[in-house]
């Protein structure tokens, strides 16, 4: 009787350890991150998986921006550059979430605070302001984000995030260039 005590009891601590470690962790990207590291040993994909964590936490916060510009902005070509955002974005995560399933990759399903408290920077804006803020962020982070996405085309291990990663960069880059066209319209506004 006692051998199956012990364990019970054990086993009984070690859940109520992890449950309780898991309600302390708000943060959605530290999350997966972490989930990640206990697998990568056996995967091989660590730098991958730290790619594909970063780009679903940016890509997240782009669908949210971009529905904040349909919103906030009041220049029609911050409301179409905001509609283009979160329909191309909102399509590539839902790729990555895909790629992530197959190769038992954990991707955040909630803005890193980081990112949270970005957007809720921008949604405390208006009108002109709004449309400023927002194009000129979209040209800062799309130019850091084509450098992660070539970074990875370029490294990366697994065969079919690299070819993903490839095929976003024309997509970036258009993004690019009309978040440069958009904030030259709107700043002096």
Same mark, same amino acid.
């Given at each position: 009787m006692k051998k199956i005590l012990i364990p019970a009891c054990l086993a009984f601590t070690v859940f109520v350890t992890s449950c309780n470690n898991e309600e302390d962790k708000t943060d959605s990207k530290e999350v997966a991150t972490e989930q990640n590291e206990a697998r990568e040993d056996s995967?091989?994909?660590?730098?991958?998986?730290?790619?594909?964590?970063s780009a679903a936490d940016g890509g997240m916060l782009e669908v949210k921006l971009g529905q904040l510009a349909q919103a906030n902005g009041s220049s029609a070509q911050v409301k179409e550059l905001g509609k283009m955002m979160e329909t191309d974005h909102g399509k590539a995560g839902e790729e990555l979430k895909a790629w992530a399933a197959k190769y038992n990759v954990s991707l955040p399903g909630a803005l890193s605070e980081d990112k949270q408290k970005k957007y809720d920077e921008m949604a405390a804006?208006?009108?002109a302001d709004f449309d400023k %803020?927002? %194009?000129?962020?979209?040209?800062?982070?799309?130019?850091?984000?084509?450098?992660?996405f070539q970074k990875e085309a370029d490294g990366g291990k697994n065969a079919e995030l690299k070819a993903w990663a490839?095929?976003?960069?024309?997509?970036?880059q258009h993004h690019l260039e009309m978040s440069k066209a958009t904030k030259d319209a709107v700043k002096n506004k």
């Open positions: 995967t091989d994909i660590d730098n991958d998986a730290s790619f594909a964590v804006k208006k009108g %803020a927002y %194009a000129a962020d979209m040209v800062d982070d799309h130019e850091k984000d084509i450098k992660k490839a095929g976003k960069l024309p997509v970036l």
